[in-house]
T-cell receptor, first 113, second 114 residues
């Protein structure tokens, strides 16, 4: 089995419910914040991004919220489906630091049918 | 489009051996990255490159070297492998400019050092 996510915090939700995944970041100079989804045995996949001068952005079934005051990022998934089960990572891009793309801690989302 | 391709997919090395991991992308992306992912951890940036002929250190560069002689290829070298380098290695690329926040990842290379 896939060893990624064994020790990561886990969020367990019922199918059809909404999910909220949180991330705390430390670098106030980041220009973009991004959410990635990683399924077992695969590389991370881009979900949605938000520029640092925004506080909310919506996509298809997903919403990202950015609270710069408390350095907090969240991903909301509406009507969670079994296919949403994965590990979710937040990431940052710092344009003034050579365009580094760095990742924060992840959360394992488990969807119960 | 193949996207990002990593070679090899699996490898077992003995302590002290050297090897090179190859990452190839066919999307003409400027930026390329190498990460390692240990069990229960997130992705940690080893080295990255913002263009052909340029490389920079990431968060955990010790024990690794990289080269970007061609825009489409980014090589990660382990000069003298150690058991602490047992991990899954991911390569990623993204383009410069508008819409360039989306990074595309390879399938990973699972490396075991015994």
């Amino acid at each position: 089995g896939e060893s990624v996510g064994l020790h990561l915090p886990t969020l367990s939700v019922q199918e059809g419910d909404n999910s909220i995944i949180n991330c705390a970041y430390s670098n106030s100079a980041s220009d973009y914040f991004i959410w990635y989804k990683q399924e077992s045995g695969k590389g991370p996949q881009f979900i949605i991004d938000i520029r640092s001068n925004m506080d909310k952005r919506q996509g298809q079934r997903v919403t990202v919220l950015l609270n710069k005051t408390v350095k907090h990022l969240s991903l909301q998934i509406a009507a969670t489906q079994p296919g949403d089960s994965a590990v979710y990572f937040c990431a940052e891009i710092q344009n003034n630091a050579g365009n580094m793309l760095t990742f924060g801690g992840g959360t394992r989302l488990m969807v119960k049918p | 489009n193949a996207g990002v391709t990593q070679t090899p997919k699996f490898r077992v090395l003995k302590t002290g051996q050297s090897m090179t991991l190859l990452c190839a992308q066919d999307m003409n992306h400027e930026y390329m990255y190498w990460y390692r992912q240990d069990p229960g951890m997130g992705l940690r940036l080893i080295h990255y490159s913002v263009g052909e002929g340029t490389t920079a250190k990431g968060e955990v560069p010790d024990g690794y070297n990289v080269s970007r002689l061609k825009k489409q290829n980014f090589l990660l070298g382990l000069e003298s492998a150690a058991p602490s380098q047992t991990s899954v290695y991911f390569c990623a690329s993204r383009r410069r400019g508008l819409g360039g926040t989306e990074a595309f990842f390879g399938q990973g290379t699972r490396l075991t050092v015994v």
